[in-house]
Nanobody
Framework: QLVESGGGLVQPGGSLRLSCEASGVSLDSYRIAWFRQAPGKEREGVSCLDRGGGSALYADSVKGRFSVSTNNAKNTVFLQMNNLKPEDTAVYYC???????????????WGRGTQVTVSS
C-alpha cells in the first residue's frame, strides 16, 4: 500500500530524495511519517507531514537537513535529505499515521522500506 523508493549509496555531504507512493489506498485520513532503523538500533522517528496543511515535524537529528513535501495529487510524499552523514545510514520507512506526530504507535500501516547508505 505504501512503496518507498530512491534509496541508495551516497557519500557524506551528499543528497538523496526518497519517495513514498500510495497504491490502492486513499491517504485522505492519514498523515505521512518517516522512520528509520539502523542495524542493531531501534526504529527512530524522522518526520511527519500533514499533507492538508503542509506543516511538518522533524526529529532534532535531521532538522535543517531533511525536508518533506508532497506532489499536487498528494498521493506521493518526498523526503529530501541533504548534507547526509554516516549516522543517517538506515532502512527508511514511510508510514500512514493517524495523528500528526512522529510516533510509531500512531501508525496505521507501513511501507517495506528502502536502504540508505552514507559512506565514502
Amino acid at each position: 500500500q505504501l512503496v518507498e523508493s530512491g534509496g541508495g549509496l551516497v557519500q557524506p555531504g551528499g543528497s538523496l530524495r526518497l519517495s513514498c507512493e500510495a497504491s490502492g489506498v486513499s491517504l485522505d485520513s492519514y498523515r505521512i511519517a518517516w522512520f528509520r532503523q539502523a542495524p542493531g538500533k531501534e526504529r527512530e522517528g524522522v518526520s511527519c507531514l500533514d499533507r492538508g496543511g503542509g506543516s511538518a515535524l522533524y526529529a532534532d537529528s535531521v532538522k535543517g537537513r531533511f525536508s518533506v513535501s508532497t506532489n499536487n495529487a498528494k498521493n506521493t510524499v518526498f523526503l529530501q535529505m541533504n548534507n547526509l552523514k554516516p549516522e543517517d545510514t538506515a532502512v527508511y520507512y514511510c508510514a500512514a499515521s493517524y495523528r500528526y506526530e512522529i510516533n510509531p504507535n500512531s501508525v496505521a500501516f507501513w511501507g517495506r522500506g528502502t536502504q540508505v547508505t552514507v559512506s565514502s
